[in-house]
């Protein structure tokens, strides 16, 4: 009756079990019960890169994820940038559809999240495979997601990211 109660919040378990009370035996609660209005937008973060069977990636999609003013940061070669989602964004629909990557998609292969009320951090391992220049690409890395909950709807205010 408690894990349908929470998840008619729109919480999940992560691998607690929730006693008669409503109590997670074991586990903090933050760091145990998310929204799975989180893992809705990672999973639309992941997908906006999709382009196979001809999908086409569209800025709208970037957009709609992040807050106003949110920020991104690479890490890559020793050096560090930061980016607005539309510097961010911009780049990579181009090279999705200029036909230079094809087939081309990211997911999600591990994660940890934490919620402090309306508030989150998202780790995200991931994988990413398509065909640039008609030759196999493929590679891995992390994410950091800082998120909000505004309005019922969770967003991205930054995003870290490295690929291994």
């Not at 145990?32 to 086409?56: E, H, K, V």
């Not at 510097?87 to 081309?104: D, H, N, V």
């Amino acid at each position: 009756m408690a894990r349908r109660f929470y998840e008619s919040l729109g919480y999940r378990a992560a691998g607690a079990e929730v006693s008669l009370y409503g109590v997670l035996k074991g586990f903090p609660y933050e760091m145990t019960l998310q929204p799975a209005g989180i893992d809705r937008l990672i999973a639309r973060f992941f997908a906006a890169f999709d382009n196979r069977d001809g999908r086409i990636p569209a800025r709208q999609e970037f957009d709609e994820l992040f807050i106003k003013g949110a920020v991104v940061v690479q890490s890559a070669a020793g050096k560090t940038s930061v980016l607005s989602v539309a510097e961010f964004a911009e780049p990579r629909i181009a090279l999705l559809t200029s036909g230079k990557l094809r087939e081309f998609h990211e997911w999600e292969t591990a994660s940890s999240t934490q919620v402090v009320s309306g508030f989150a951090t998202r780790t995200s391992r991931y994988e990413k495979s398509g065909l640039l220049d008609s030759k196999l690409y493929a590679g891995g890395g992390a994410k950091l997601f800082q998120l909000v909950n505004l309005d019922g709807q969770w967003r991205i205010v930054s995003l870290c990211w490295y690929d291994s």
